[in-house]
């Protein structure tokens, strides 16, 4: 069968076409995204702009003449932190399904949270133990753990790294009291709910997920993507602390000349370091497994399993 799944995201809307059936991996078919930024065409009261709503009409259209193009038996389309959080998101959503006829299905964090766990347990497999996720998007932080394939602990904190650029990092550099104050928010942010991750019991992996986490671990000398999804790549504590003085030293153009970061994302990268620096530091992670899967291949997962019991 073939698949689809559209992921209205903070930083980029994407489409992800691939070949799956119960019991199999799915295998990437194409891949189709823009950086709408949606979170970026938020108003005042953090609702979403008309500009911002008919970008999205507009990629979705888009997306629907691919998909058939492509094949496309099965599409789902999902969003997240940027619809989730804004006023208007109910007629945003609305507005999508009477224009082109998709209905985008709102995640919470949690759901979110549980379904990328799920993505990287299958990846890893059970040998892989007691897992602890972390992933870092544009508009959120999520940690899960657990053993399972339904994690034990799913949280989501509104740490993504385009949130805290647009609202504490706003020189290019940014000022070092800039830095200093967005390190010490996430840290005690991420403080107030180390009790529940632990309560998951002793990790015997840590797996970081995300462009962001992605980006970090090839800076730090991991392979390239064009390496494939079976390169092993890792993410060490120490690497992330030094990559965060490094990067509040640049500006967003500077960084986009670092290796696996693109114009687009540079400017967020060095809230994405803060956040993996202090997640790492207050969970006691020395190293992160890079996965590959995340999110859409979690959905994708999941809809495979209804599949099988239908």
Request: one cysteine or more; hydrophobic letters at 45%; a negative charge.
């Amino acid at each position: 069968m073939r698949l689809g799944v559209i992921d209205v995201g903070s930083n980029t809307v994407h489409l992800l076409v691939v070949d799956a059936h119960v019991g199999a991996a799915p295998l990437p078919a194409s891949s189709h995204k823009i950086e709408l930024r949606l979170a970026e065409y938020v108003e005042a009261d953090g609702s979403i702009a008309r500009a911002g709503a008919d970008a999205l009409v507009e990629f979705t259209r888009e997306c629907l003449v691919i998909a058939e193009d492509q094949g496309v038996e099965d599409l789902l389309a999902f969003a997240t932190s940027a619809i989730r959080e804004a006023p208007n998101g109910e007629a945003v959503l609305a507005r999508v399904l009477e224009e082109t006829g998709v209905e985008l299905q709102v995640l919470s964090g949690e759901d979110e949270s549980r379904l990328t766990f799920l993505a990287v347990r299958r990846w890893f497999g059970w040998s892989s133990g007691r897992l602890l996720v972390v992933d870092i998007g544009g508009g959120s932080l999520e940690l899960a753990a657990g053993i399972d394939e339904v994690p034990d602990a799913a949280l989501s904190l509104p740490l993504g790294a385009g949130r805290l650029t647009r609202a504490a990092l706003a020189g290019d550099p940014p000022s070092p009291a800039q830095v200093k104050a967005v390190r010490k928010q996430v840290r005690a942010d991420i403080a107030r709910v180390l009790r529940e991750v632990n309560k998951a019991g002793v990790p015997d992996r840590f797996v970081g997920t995300s462009k962001t986490l992605r980006s970090l671990a090839r800076i730090a000398g991991a392979a390239r993507s064009a390496d494939g999804p079976y390169a092993v790549r890792v993410l060490e504590r120490g690497r992330v602390t030094a990559l965060v003085g490094r990067l509040a030293e640049m500006t967003a153009a500077e960084r986009s000349h670092l290796p696996g970061v693109s114009e687009g994302r540079a400017p967020q990268l060095l809230a994405g370091a803060i956040v993996a620096d202090a997640a790492m530091d207050l969970l006691g992670i020395e190293r992160l497994d890079i996965c590959p899967w995340a999110l859409r291949e979690g959905v994708i997962l999941r809809r495979l399993d209804w599949f099988s019991v239908g």
